[in-house]
């Protein structure tokens, strides 16, 4: 049975930082590809970045020098470093594993989810 629990989450002021981390169980870690996404109150949710098992990654724009994605194989861990966070990066925080090799954008693409842990950011 595929587990995903995400921690980290907290209320942080503006500038401050935070790491999410999303420990899997229940697989071969090495072989997913994971993602991290956010979904504010009455949008959509939307792709934070994704660390493939090369393990190149991908941020979006939005976080793009600010935040960093990481994995330990070893630890079936994947991170999600926050720094310089902005009131609008309160969210919750989900994390997601895909099968195979490459991550992708879309939600729809990921096969697990993890809980979602909450994320606030104060002005």
């Known amino acids: 049975q595929v587990r995903l629990v995400e921690s980290g989450g907290g209320l942080v002021q503006a500038g401050g930082s935070l790491r999410l981390s999303c420990a899997a169980s229940?697989?071969?870690?090495?072989?997913?590809?994971m993602g991290w996404f956010r979904q504010a109150p009455g949008k959509e949710r939307d792709i934070v970045g994704f660390?493939?098992?090369?393990?190149?990654?991908y941020l979006a724009d939005s976080v793009k020098g600010r935040f960093t994605i990481s994995r330990d194989n070893a630890k079936n861990t994947v991170y999600l470093q926050m720094n310089s966070l902005k009131p609008e990066d309160t969210a919750v925080y989900y994390c997601?594993?895909?099968?195979?090799?490459?991550?992708?954008?879309?939600?729809?693409?990921?096969?697990?989810w993890g809980q979602g842990t909450q994320v606030t950011v104060s002005s």
């Open positions: 660390v493939n098992w090369s393990p190149s990654t």
């Open positions: 229940g697989l071969t870690f090495s072989r997913y590809s």
């Open positions: 997601a594993l895909k099968a195979g090799l490459f991550g992708r954008t879309l939600s729809r693409e990921y096969d697990f």
